[in-house]
């Protein structure tokens, strides 16, 4: 329920923030100087840490012998780093089974224009959610969200109900979902012409 206030409070701020823009922008006069003003911006949240990115966990454990203060022992064989790599190999490409919502499917003559229309009315409303457009022959389909289980798709499909009457859920593969899934993105300001 917290979620969904959240949601609908941030919804709002967009909404009024959109709307400002050009009230702000019709007030000021023709050849009148620009000044810097600010500016909303909005940045989705990182789903993974990225500073670890690429890096081995055996390479960052505490080390006399690299100068740290402390030392971390593995009572493990020599074979571990190997045989944890080998399994990062081989997972690489493995996907998450979960839920998204989706919001469009059709094959019509026009779909390719209004698979990207729908696209983008979703993304203005629901920032930080991510969205997807795939193309499987003859269909034009668009879903959202990454959902561990039906009942968090099902929140999102309750709020879409007014915009997308048609959405519904399906199962599929899915990224990693977005650890806080409360704070999705980072709302920041920032000063523009």
């Known amino acids: 329920m917290i979620h969904t206030k959240t949601m609908k409070l941030h919804r709002y701020i967009l909404i009024l923030s959109l709307l400002a823009v050009p009230a702000a922008l019709r007030a000021q ?16 949240v990182s789903q993974v840490d990225s500073s670890l990115v ?7 454990m505490p080390s006399k012998d690299k100068g740290d203060a402390s ?9 571990l780093p190997s045989v944890m790599e080998n399994y990062i190999a081989r997972n ?17 003559q026009n779909s390719r224009t209004a698979a990207q ?23 034009f389909k668009v879903t959202v969200g990454d959902f561990r289980t039906k009942s968090e798709a099902m929140e999102l499909l309750r709020s ?16 990693y979902p977005i650890a806080d899934k409360d704070n999705t993105y980072i709302v920041d300001t920032l000063k523009v012409l």
Do not use: C, W
């Open 29 to 44: 006069e023709p050849g009148e100087p620009t000044a810097l003003r600010d500016s909303i911006v909005y940045r989705l």
């Open 54 to 60: 690429g890096i081995s966990i055996f390479d960052i």
């Open 71 to 79: 030392d971390v022992i593995l009572s493990q064989g020599d074979h």
């Open 92 to 108: 690489r490409e493995k996907t998450l089974n979960g839920f998204r919502v989706r919001i469009f499917f059709d094959n019509k």
């Open 117 to 139: 229309d729908a696209l983008e009315a979703f993304n203005k409303v629901f920032r930080g959610i991510p969205s997807y457009l795939s193309y499987q022959s003859p269909f």
């Open 160 to 175: 879409l109900k007014g915009m997308f009457p048609a959405a519904f859920i399906v199962k599929e593969g899915i990224n």
